[in-house]
């Protein structure tokens, strides 16, 4: 069963199912937006205890400690309007209104409603309208009562009751939702439809509209709804708010800023926004249970892992409006059953958490409406069932044909992979046993020639390893560009023939390359033995401007160094003008691959022991050797995973022709970890032209230096239950990243304050 598949009958049961998963202006739901000058958002958090979190500009604070807010009780339902929120309160499921900086929040709703118990609530530009009944009744119909939001002498606002609102037309209507904009609200009533009253009602153009909606948001000037029937989306109004509305694609849900909307799709949970905006860097790789929308940011409460993530209408605000670290309630508490096409949310799955139930009462429950369908780079391996959602895996897991076409797989299948393994074996023996039956004619015919003539040559036997391997016999003049003419690293790397490194790689083909840098290419090699490893093959540039003796002298220092935190030398070869050298293989490829390139993803734990261990391999090349070795490349992709996903240094030493003559110095490694760090932290790349500003470096230190750290922090990873750690990983990138040299501290310092964190234990 999926949501994707469901016939017009069926989609009509989530309507009395789910409650509305978005808000912002005009809207209820677990997340809403205030509007206008004063403007902050505000979110149910996730721990059960219906606890509101809110965040303004410059600031972020719960309803347990605020001294911007005042004391905000625990709420059922959130909505926002032009400088204020309202919800209904958890305990009597009356409804309370505050203000940003408010001490007198009890006046913004007038006594006659006070003691009131309401179902629905929504906000609107400078009003309120409510559906009368308790929020726990199986019943969510209910007659309306609506009151304006009055600014008074001293700038603070007030309430009081309001014919404005109040058409004699609705007087014995019943409403199921409603919605609030400028001047204006509209509500789904029994009889069936749409109907808008208040002063600027007219000006939507709603008449006649006898559909049934899943979805209610309203801005400024215009209102949209999703069709019960077809899943898609209607708008009236001011139509510049709605322009470019989708056609074709079905929504659970929406939020509506003052002249934008976005929703959540139906199949993938991804995010679509149109109308008048300019919005930079929605979200493409999350999908979202809930959204919101003020008029210059949407945030939305992401469905892996319940983490607050936002996006701006206008790039200048998004440093200011950074939500908090806290998880968040994916929807709206109920007593109802899930229908068909929804789905029991599970606490208890999110990973690195110990939430039990997200409701303040063991009998309501969160429905949730099924995804179908995975946002690109993912395929569907498990479908929604009564109490999960459908499961997406990441394409680098993909390992049968049920995902291939949807991951656009284009390597090859590991049957066909073999296949072509068996080809390519079939054909080095034909060509290996025609070459050995032309040697052998040659030899016949030249055989008389040399009978009697032979001489003994110079046969010049060298030691070549720890394990004694023996040079085979050199004939003068065969090679233009001689061996060494001593073996450096005796006891510790080995000297191979150019004709075995050959074989190991299968003549340095294309499909076992690594991968390639300014000193040349790196292929996956089995050795006879059945060892793998890497070899690095120099270009003819690096051959040019590497002359026998340079080589020589770097292999001497390379080939001593051993640590479990750089990728060690094994050997060498250095025949027929060739410079290779063989590393150790590292299984688990860069980390750069995990954090850009689509590998598996690497949790904090992981993230932490890399970095300490990163910062271990550089302070043992800065301290040990004489003189110190500065790498100058420390990148992400200079940092490889062995086999028990240690991290290794790799590629310092043995520098590309244009490298050479580069007087480093060892903080300009420790300025090039600091942003390692940041990658790690923020999983951002060190340079991105779809974000601005595209430095890593200008984005974030900035804002860990305004004391504002957690808005780097990588949101697609499920947060660890205490994140003290990720900001002490914030600081100390600070630190590395000084432009004065002489104010970054030494990678010593830096590692130890990374074991630090991790003896601490404070990351689980």
Known sequence: MSSGY???????????????????????????????????????????????????????????????????????????????????????????????????????????????????????????????????????????????????????????????????????????????????????????????????????????????????????????????????????????????????????????????????????????????????????????????????TTCGIREDDLVLDCWFVDVTSAPDYDPPLQLCSPGLCTLSSCAEGTFAFNASTLSETDLTSLCVRKDLKICSPCGSNCSEGFFLSSPCSENADRVCTGCSLCQNSSCWDVCKLQSTPASHKKHEQDLQRFVLIVGSSALGLLLLLISWCLLPCMKGSRKEEGTKKSLASCIGKVESEKHINADPFPPLSVTPCIGTAQVFRLSELKDATNGFKEFNELGRGSYGFVYKAVLADGRQVAVKRANAATIIHTNSRDFEMELEVLCNLRHGNIVNLLGYCSEMGERLLVYEYMPHGTLHDHLHGGLSPLNWSRRLKITMQAAKGLEFLHMEPVPPIVHRDVKTSNILLDSDWVARIADFGLLGPNERELSGDIRTDVYSFGIVLLEILSGRKACDRDYMPPSIVEWAVPLIRHGKAAATIDRNVALPKNVEPLLKLADIAELTLRENPSERPCMSDVATWLEQILKEGLIL
């Open 6 to 296: 469901l016939q017009f009958p069926l989609f009509l049961l989530l309507i009395h199912s789910i409650l509305n998963l978005s808000s912002g202006f005009g809207s209820m739901g677990p997340i809403s937006a205030a509007f206008g000058k004063n403007r902050f958002f505000c979110a149910i958090d996730a721990s059960g205890k219906q606890e509101v979190i809110c965040w303004g500009k410059n600031n972020s604070i719960s309803s347990t400690n605020s001294a911007l807010f005042g004391d905000i009780p625990a709420m059922f339902a959130l909505t926002g309007g032009n400088g204020f929120m309202c919800g209904i309160l958890a305990n009597t499921s009356t409804v309370y209104c505050w203000e940003l900086l408010g001490s007198n929040n009890d006046v913004l709703v007038p006594d006659i409603y006070r003691n009131t118990a309401y179902t629905h609530v929504a906000a609107g530009k400078s009003h309120v309208c409510a559906i009368r009944g308790s929020y726990f009744s199986d019943n969510d119909w209910g007659t309306i009562d609506c009151w304006e939001i009055v600014a008074r002498s001293n700038s603070s606002l007030s309430s009081l009751p309001s014919s404005l609102y109040y058409d004699e037309s609705i007087t014995n209507l019943v409403f199921r939702k409603v919605v609030s904009g400028d001047g204006f609200s509209c509500g789904e009533v029994r009889e069936g439809g749409l109907v808008c009253w208040g002063p600027e009602a007219t000006t939507l153009g709603v008449s006649g509209v006898s559909e049934v909606f899943v979805s209610l948001a309203s801005g400024m000037e215009s209102v949209c709804g999703i069709s019960g029937a077809s899943g898609e989306v209607k708008c009236w109004g001011e139509n510049q708010s709605f322009i470019g509305s989708p056609v074709g694609i079905r929504f659970v849900s929406l939020a509506a800023g003052a002249k934008h909307f976005c929703g959540i799709r139906e199949d993938n949970h991804g995010i679509e926004c149109w109308g008048h905006f300019n919005i930079s860097a929605v979200p493409k790789g999350s999908g979202f249970m809930a959204i919101a929308s003020s008029d210059v």
